[in-house]
């Protein structure tokens, strides 16, 4: 387990390294690819540290979150591009201001898709799990910032990619 510690902090340091800074341009495809990967790797192994699982555990959990992230990515980039449209009408950019109500509606409908596949997910991962197990994997989901935090608290978590909305 030492291993997936050491691992995982790598990966949060690359997130770290990779996150592009305030004021800069958005991050590119591939930059937000691995950005999502080291992501997926950091839940990975935060799960597992509360799991108690070992190696060979942690390897089946990393296909289940990769399987279920998979089907949350378009959802996080939808949101991500309608926030956009908000963060442009926020500004004073008065194009986007014929698009606020509906893009509000639909990210309103997109973090209901994005509740049930977390419900879903958790649901499968909890599975078996004794009450004390299943306690622990709540909590860490309910640590995270910004992933599957709103099956825990109602939908709170900052950003579609996990980010504060704020606007400036």
Same mark, same amino acid.
């Given at each position: 387990?030492?291993?997936?510690?050491?691992?995982?902090?790598?990966?949060?340091?690359?997130?770290?390294?990779?996150?592009?800074?305030?004021?800069? @341009?958005?991050?590119? *495809?591939?930059? +937000?690819? =691995? #950005?999502?990967?080291? &992501? %997926?790797?950091?839940?990975?192994?935060?799960?597992?540290?509360?799991?108690?699982?070992?190696?060979?555990?942690?390897?089946?959990?990393?296909?289940?979150?990769?399987?279920? @992230?998979?089907?949350? *990515?378009?959802? +996080?980039? =939808? #949101?991500?591009?309608? &926030? %956009?449209?908000?963060?442009?009408?926020?500004?004073?950019?008065?194009?986007?201001?014929?698009?606020?109500?509906?893009?509000?509606?639909?990210?309103?409908?997109?973090?209901?898709?994005?509740?049930?596949?977390?419900?879903?997910?958790?649901?499968?991962?909890?599975?078996?799990?004794?009450?004390?197990?299943?306690?622990?994997?709540?909590?860490?989901?309910?640590?995270?910032?910004?992933?599957?935090?709103?099956?825990?608290?109602?939908?709170?978590?900052?950003?579609?990619?996990?980010?504060?909305?704020?606007?400036?």
């Amino acid at each position: 387990m030492k291993t997936w510690v050491l691992l995982g902090m790598l990966a949060m340091m690359g997130v770290a390294q990779a996150a592009p800074k305030k004021g800069d @341009d958005p991050p590119s *495809a591939a930059q +937000r690819a =691995q #950005m999502d990967q080291r &992501a %997926q790797m950091a839940i990975t192994l935060q799960l597992a540290d509360a799991m108690e699982l070992d190696d060979a555990a942690t390897l089946k959990l990393k296909q289940t979150v990769a399987q279920w @992230d998979a089907q949350r *990515a378009p959802l +996080r980039q =939808q #949101m991500f591009d309608l &926030a %956009q449209v908000l963060r442009r009408a926020a500004k004073g950019d008065t194009t986007a201001y014929g698009q606020v109500d509906q893009s509000i509606q639909k990210i309103i409908a997109l973090r209901a898709q994005m509740h049930q596949i977390d419900q879903s997910m958790f649901q499968q991962l909890s599975q078996g799990l004794l009450p004390q197990k299943k306690a622990k994997l709540a909590l860490a989901i309910a640590r995270m910032p910004g992933t599957m935090r709103g099956m825990m608290h109602g939908g709170r978590g900052g950003g579609p990619r996990g980010e504060p909305d704020d606007v400036q």
